[in-house]
């Protein structure tokens, strides 16, 4: 859960509007489960960036379970670099 300021939240609501097509079209496509959901709902997506390190990089798999391999980008952050 994202925490905001209470200001922050309600210009976000402003800007927000509910989209029923769009529900019933994500609705259809997490009935045919999530392996490579990202492209299925964003066709547009090209890459995604992320930066893990150490016990995050288990995370590397689930992933690459969302995404097509081919569009993740993943930057490596060593804590000794720092």
Same mark, same amino acid.
């Given at each position: 859960?994202?925490?905001?300021?209470?200001?922050?939240?309600?210009? +976000?609501?402003?800007?927000?509007?509910?989209?029923? $097509?769009?529900?019933? @079209? +994500?609705?259809? @496509?997490?009935?045919?489960?999530?392996?490579?959901?990202?492209?299925?709902?964003?066709?547009?997506?090209?890459?995604?960036?992320?930066? /893990?390190?150490g016990?995050?990089?288990?995370?590397?798999?689930? $992933?690459?379970?969302? /995404?097509?391999?081919?569009?993740?980008?993943?930057?490596?952050?060593?804590? @000794?670099?720092?």
């Open positions: 859960m994202v925490r905001l300021f209470n200001f922050l939240h309600s210009e +976000l609501n402003k800007l927000l509007k509910p989209d029923k $097509q769009r529900a019933n @079209e +994500l609705r259809r @496509e997490f009935k045919k489960g999530f392996d490579g959901i990202a492209k299925r709902i964003w066709p547009n997506l090209t890459h995604v960036h992320g930066v /893990v390190s016990k995050v990089m288990f995370y590397n798999r689930t $992933q690459l379970f969302y /995404v097509e391999k081919e569009m993740l980008i993943m930057i490596m952050i060593n804590k @000794e670099w720092w």
